[in-house]
């Protein structure tokens, strides 16, 4: 099956610093990846629409300047949280599919979790 | 704008009883809808789907789900639960006809059996 290797599993950062985590579909090529930010016992938040070759679609209230989306390839898209501040201490996860349309259902990461100290 | 609505946020369910989550969506047109599960150490995967036909799903692991177009239900089910089924299940929605086809996932209900 369509498998998501996300990277890395784990990260504590210290206030003012940046993190990146890459995301790479392994076994399928994703012209869109989807990256989402899970508080705790809440649900997954759609943060960005990454999309191959131009710019991320940035939901409302999601700072796309802390925020940074990179979208290089078919195979990889990277999350950068810039200036990262203890608020922003959470746990993300991206998501693609394998084939084009709406029924097709979404492939998961395993999920970062980020702690900004 | 689109919203995913779960009803129970934990349920304790003892092996062998039936399971119903419930799931209601705020979108009035075309809709796809799913149904992830995520278990204790795992990522999201899917459980099932619906996107056309039948409105009687069957998933994996026993799993069912039945969508009410005119409630604006997706709601799961499954007869008889098992100690292995002790997990996070989440409804998903995205709309037919948007572009990307973002999904919007309700908050999770964390379902545990007792052995």
Not at chain 1, 73 to 102: K, N
Not at chain 2, 24 to 42: A, E, H, K, M, R
């Amino acid at each position: 099956g369509a498998v998501v290797s996300q990277h890395p599993s784990r990260v504590i950062c210290k206030s003012g610093t940046s993190v990146k985590i890459e995301c790479r579909s392994l076994d399928f090529q994703a012209t869109t990846m989807f990256w989402y930010r899970q508080f705790p016992k809440q649900s997954l938040m759609l943060m960005a629409t990454s999309n191959e070759g131009s710019k991320a679609t940035y939901e409302q209230g999601v700072e796309k300047d802390k925020f940074l989306i990179n979208h290089a390839s078919l195979t990889l898209s990277t999350l950068t949280v810039t200036s990262a501040h203890p608020e922003d201490s959470s746990f993300y996860i991206c998501s693609a599919r394998d084939s084009f349309g709406g029924h097709s259902p979404l492939h998961f990461g395993n999920g970062t979790r980020l702690t900004v100290t | 704008a689109q919203s995913v609505s779960q009803h129970n946020h934990h349920v304790i369910l003892s092996e062998a009883a039936s399971l119903e989550l419930g799931c209601n969506y705020s979108y009035g047109g075309t809709v796809n809808l799913f149904w992830y599960v995520q278990y204790p150490g795992q990522h999201l995967q899917l459980l099932l789907k619906y996107f056309s036909g039948d409105p009687l799903v069957k998933g994996i692991k026993g799993f069912e789900a039945e969508f009410i177009k005119s409630k604006f239900s997706f709601n799961l089910r499954k007869p008889s639960v098992q100690w292995s089924d002790t997990a996070e299940y989440f409804c998903a929605v995205n709309a037919g006809n948007t572009g990307g086809f973002k999904t919007i996932f309700g908050a999770g209900t964390r379902l545990f059996v007792k052995a």
